[in-house]
């Protein structure tokens, strides 16, 4: 069996003949003429020529042999809705939504962005858009209206695609107030929303703008749409991250680089094979979605378990017993689900008959060494951490399948994976770190296929952000630490930048800030990432008051505190609300005048900060400490 080492080499040291071969995994209605065009670095085009279709490769191709076979199985915990849909189905609804979205003026290079809860509707409308040429956005269902409208304004979405409401815990979420207020504030116009109606919120959408999609569909329902070849770079979709600016960033995303890595993640990291079946527990508005439970299962042939619901709800024996009744053989979740599902009674793992799973993957956060020893004990079955970000789309860390099998070892997301020329670095040199010295990872040209291919709308911020930031080195930034050991095994250390992670979603501290500004009493504000048993991290807020001082009435200050929690619930989305907001006179800083974040977050989890040279005033410490009823510590 081929060793991992060679497996790599090859990929890093002739790209074009790994990936040239790798290109095969897929289909090409015009063959590409240049595997890889690097005249313009730092960005790279795979596959100069070929013309393809992520929608083809997703669902026509597999009709011939696998027509009757399920490309989808929908669990909705919350209504209690369950649907199969064979690939011969799948394909007619695409046809169906791609025929409506046609009728609504929808054409190739258009943006339509979808902002809905998970319904089978989400993967449909995405591949809808693929067929056409479309580039989709999904927004994440439970982002705020304001969130939203940055999103309509930098997309500038011909079409939106939403629902009546989402629910999550047995909560219905009205989307129609976060439509009309996000379409109220964006200055792009979207001419039409298109509804899908669950039949779940009373309250209807204002109905100038407003298309029911049911009675389309209807009219549609015989439709047949070809499949629109699209050349390998031109965009699939664009996914908005945060990052250290207030600005999310929109990672667009080419087509047949992307289709070539997913197949290729398919087999190397996932092993996943036609017929199998795979549960990917996430969102289709994040980038796991996208990847794993939409296009990379499809585009290899297997049927996707799409589910809405918690892991706890009705009970935490839900994912156990859906494995068991759907034979899923593959499993993809979060770390914090499982931290989630360990306080549940372990009888109900046991109950459920768990034959079919042959691996579970994790991904999103750092996997503390306890819940994977849990869980890998408590399974029996491989449990492979793989680290990645949304810019890169797939894997860059993991321990490979397929080719010789590595050990995993606890507290590591494994290898590079193929492609990935990774190096850690230190940040003021440049120099590549030795084994066991901390640096941050990067990534050297070119980014394999699947990556972003730039900035939606901003080629130049893919520049100065990912690439500007290593001294004397063309290389790409995770803004991750980490240390990798002797055998190329990397451990991650948290993030160079003020991006934090909770529950796995990349929040920016700036984002929440911004929106704590926006409040008339905050004069101040520093939002840092606090350690939290569950979650990873919970974002926590210290604010600075305009006039009012922090030691008035307490019942007051509760009041105020809960008021700004209620500030970002409005602007960004619950996923967002800080898990406290701590009222201060004074935030520490240096002297030019930059927020100590980390010194603030040392503080909160209850540690010294350690030697700071460059503060401006060190009372500000014990002030903060103060707030905390931290004095006792210091
Ligand atoms: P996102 O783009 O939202 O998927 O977030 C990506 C970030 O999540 C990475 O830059 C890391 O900071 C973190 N992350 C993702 N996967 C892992 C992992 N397996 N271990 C540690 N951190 C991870």
Redesign the pocket.
Known sequence: MTSYRDFHRRSIENPEAFWGAEAQRIDWQTPFELVLDRSNPPFARWFIGGRTNLCHNAVDRHLAERAQQNALVYVSTETGIERRYTYAELHAEINRMAAVMRSLGVKRGDVVLLYLPMIPEALFAMLACARLGAIHSVVFGGFAAPNLATRIDDAKPVLIVTADAGARGGKVIDYAPLIDEALARATHKTPRVLLIDRQLAPERLNARYLVAYEPLREQFFNAHVPCEWLESNEPSYVLY??GTTGKPKGVQRDVGGYAVALAASMEHIFQGKPGDTMFTASDVG???GHSYIVYAPLIAGLTTVMYEGTPIRPDGGIWWRLVEQHKINLMFTAPTALRVLKKQDPALLKKADLSSLRALF??????DEPTAAWIADALGKPVI???????TGWPM?AIPRGVETLPTKLGS?GVPSAGFNLTLRNELTGEACAPGEKGVLTLGYPLPPGCMSTVWGDPSRFVSTYWSSIPNQQAYS???WGVQDEDGYVT?L??TDD?I?VA???LGTREIEEALSSHAAVAEVAVVGVTDAVKGQVAMAFVVLRGAQPDADPSERARLEAELATTVDRQLGSIARPARVVVVSMLPKTRSGKLLRRAIAALAEGREPGDLPTIEDPAALQLVREALGEVGKA
């Open positions: 991250t945060s994040w980038v796991v994790l991904a999103g956060e750092p996997l951490d793989n680290y990645w970000q949304t810019e860390l997301p995770t803004f991750d991650i948290g993030r991006v992670n796995g979603h990349r």
